[in-house]
């Protein structure tokens, strides 16, 4: 029997955060997309996991400043559909009224979570040498209660994450540059000290920087982690796989990169899952400019018969099918930036492209155009510096679909400006070209094509 999850006080922020979303999905055209959470809002270093309920879990982080990652809750999306996500905000949390860690009142970095035996295990962390902790809860959202630390000993360090084998032993994996990795006790809050192995993977073999998964599939196991094999920095997702728990582990490649999500960006951190019958991968990009403000994003994966994952490319799309290119694309469902532009928030549920200088460009992937547009109808601020928005196909034709010629005006508020379409039909990426004159261009809330 699974138990009806009941939250109390925050059930009602929950409840206003659900109506809220499913108002915006009608009022902007119900369809999947990334960022998978709600706007303005950005959850982290998403973990997947299938509870005992059949629904679809996402631990996240949550970033709420431009200055430092992170924040002082944990929190939690969920599906039973891949098409409709629910937030639970604060389902651990280290300060406030809902303070559920009482020793301390430090940030919470990744966590994950684990079922077993009718209670869910929440793995949190803490940075400035605090060990891996645990919280429990009935409810796969929690909140979670009654905390304690791991003995982890000497090896401290963040990113927690658990796996259960088919023969009911639990693993914890953990760490930066050199993985570890020890077994759980059947209490799964405590380790077998005498199980604890490091190195697992390592930077230097296995491009490893930090935030690993684990899981299985047709008798291999996968790490999943932040890899460093491009750029010299963490925007891969990157995997190794095994025929043993503690290995040794072969490098495989990369899964996805968030490279271009944003001009600042700088890591990435995810998961992959098993869901109704295909498999997916979960990654952040960052945003507003900066490293922080990432947001988790989600794609559909596929395996070779010898195990290896086939690279995939961010989209706008995420799990669905195609946008209908008739419905509302709001700017920050871009999945490609290039240039100065950035994704910003500028209210509680408004989030635009700003930042746009000559040269600048954005990219949408994949639209369907199920009928040829006539016009296509977008909503944009003038700046001080005239500028033009070409509209084309990015599919490697960079067949022009609409132009649109914007003058300066900075004294101009937000307006929707209507101008002709070329026919095309069809699926097709759609890229935003800027053209500006001087340092000011326009600001760009959404477009759609009728």
């Not at 498999?279 to 507003?288: I, L, T």
């Amino acid at each position: 029997m699974v138990r009806t999850c009941q939250r109390g006080s925050v059930r009602k922020s929950i409840d206003i955060n659900f109506i809220i979303a499913i108002f915006l999905a009608i009022v902007t055209g119900a369809q999947a997309r990334n960022p998978i959470g709600p706007p303005s809002t950005f959850p982290a270093d998403p973990s997947a996991k299938v509870g005992a309920d059949g629904q679809l879990y996402v631990y996240c982080s949550l970033d709420e400043k431009t200055d430092h990652y992170c924040s002082y809750s944990n929190v939690v999306l969920s599906t039973n559909d891949m098409k409709t996500w629910k937030f639970h905000p604060d389902s651990f949390v280290t300060l406030g009224k809902n303070d559920m860690l009482p020793a301390n009142d430090t940030i919470l970095y990744a966590p994950d979570c684990q079922y077993r035996d009718g209670l869910y295990y929440f793995y949190f962390c803490q940075p400035d040498q605090i060990p891996i902790g645990v919280a429990t809860s009935e409810c796969p959202t929690g909140p979670f209660s009654n905390p304690s630390f791991l003995n982890v000993g000497k090896h401290l360090e963040i990113d927690p994450a658990t796996f259960i084998d088919d023969d009911g032993q639990a693993y914890l994996v953990w760490g930066q540059f050199n993985l570890k990795m020890a077994k759980l006790n059947k209490d799964m809050r405590t380790l077998d000290e005498g199980s604890i192995q490091e190195p697992v993977i390592t930077e230097k073999e296995h491009h490893f920087h930090e935030g690993a998964s684990m899981t299985k599939r047709n008798g291999l196991y996968y790490l999943i982690y932040a890899d460093v094999s491009r750029a010299a920095t963490p925007s891969c997702l990157g995997y190794a796989t095994s025929k043993s728990p503690f290995g040794p582990y072969q490098y495989r490649g990369v899964i996805i990169d968030n490279s271009h999500c944003n001009p600042g960006n700088w890591n990435n951190h995810g998961s992959i899952v098993g869901f109704g019958g295909k498999w997916y991968v979960f990654y952040h990009r960052s945003s507003q400019g900066v490293v922080m403000m990432r947001r988790t994003c989600v794609e559909p994966i596929t395996f070779r018969d010898d195990g290896s994952i086939p690279e995939v490319e961010m989209t706008t799309q995420g799990a669905e099918p195609p946008l209908d290119s008739s419905l509302r694309i709001e700017a920050e469902q871009a999945c490609g930036l290039w240039g100065n532009m950035r994704v910003s928030t500028v209210g509680e549920d408004t989030e635009i492209l700003s930042g746009i200088r000559d040269g600048d460009r954005a990219v949408y992937k994949y639209l369907d155009f199920k009928t040829m547009p006539k016009h296509l109808r977008i909503r944009v601020k003038p700046g001080k510096s005239d500028s033009t928005i070409s509209f084309q196909s990015g599919d490697g034709s960079s067949s022009k679909i609409a132009t649109l010629e914007i003058k300066g005006a900075p004294d101009v508020t937000w307006t929707e400006v209507v101008c002709e379409a070329s026919a095309v039909s069809g699926v097709h990426a759609v890229e935003l070209d800027f053209k500006v004159t001087g340092e000011d261009g326009p600001l760009v809330d959404w477009w759609t094509f009728e």
